[in-house]
């Protein structure tokens, strides 16, 4: 099993401004993934975050809204940049491991 | 493209009653199909998978049977408890390279009364 650290776990921000997710994984992982549960609403993956490289990104997000870090392979950051209203969601980090895929607890994101 | 559709909610049941969640997919190839639980406050967890078809997944009392025929993984309980609670996503995975790209379905809230 995996034990996912995902922080902060809520937070409150003003539009316009950039938040930046963390996820930390007790063990090393090969894959990593984000998703975001809007309101609602079932569960979207945004990207697979890749050591070493650029994230690949699903139809619908791109990077310059998303930009994800992946510097090891325990450790991930997602920033959800210049926030609107629309982008109130829970983003979820998740990680691949023994042909099973873990949840971090998540962070509630609240945009006014 | 892949795509989960599930039996709309909320589910409301009484203790000891019988659950049966639909969940019916859409995907070229062979996937991999997943059970999630959320319970109140808490982080998804897989409950139960199925990674060939005929293959039943089970876990805590809840069964689900991979069918290709008619395209479905439909969660089952004979007995549910207060605990049982929760909300439930189908999920998918295409294989492969893909395999922890999930697709899910819209999440079904199943409340047990005592």
């Known amino acids: 099993s995996a034990v996912i650290s995902q922080k902060p776990s809520r937070d409150i921000c003003q539009r316009g401004t950039s938040l930046t997710i963390q996820c930390q994984v007790d063990?090393?992982?090969?894959?990593m993934f984000w998703y975001r549960q809007q309101p609602g609403q079932s569960l979207t993956l945004i990207a697979t975050?890749?050591?070493?490289?650029?994230?690949?990104?699903e139809s619908g997000f791109v990077i310059d809204k998303f930009p994800i870090s992946r510097p090891n392979l325990t450790f991930s950051t997602l920033t959800v940049s210049n926030m609107s209203p629309e982008d109130s969601s829970i983003y979820l980090c998740?990680?691949?491991?023994?042909?099973?895929?873990?949840f971090g607890s998540g962070t509630q994101l609240s945009v006014l | 493209g892949n795509s989960v559709t599930q039996m709309e909610g909320p589910v409301t049941l009484s203790e000891e009653a019988f659950l049966t969640i639909n969940c019916t997919y859409t995907?070229?190839?062979?996937?991999?199909l997943f059970w999630y639980v959320q319970y109140p406050g808490e982080g998804l967890q897989l409950l139960l998978k199925?990674?060939?078809?005929?293959d039943k997944g089970s876990n805590k009392g809840f069964e689900a049977t991979y069918r290709k025929e008619t395209t479905s993984f439909h969660l089952e309980k004979g007995s549910v408890q207060v605990s049982d609670s929760a909300v439930y996503f189908c999920?998918?995975?295409?294989?492969?390279?893909?395999?922890?790209?999930?697709?899910f379905g819209q999440g079904t809230i199943l409340t047990v009364h005592p």
């Open positions: 998740s990680v691949l491991t023994s042909s099973k895929l873990f």
């Open positions: 063990s090393q992982v090969t894959m």
């Open positions: 975050a890749n050591q070493g490289s650029e994230a690949t990104y």
């Open positions: 995907a070229t190839g062979y996937p991999s």
């Open positions: 199925a990674t060939k078809a005929d």
């Open positions: 999920a998918l995975s295409a294989g492969g390279t893909s395999y922890g790209k999930l697709t």
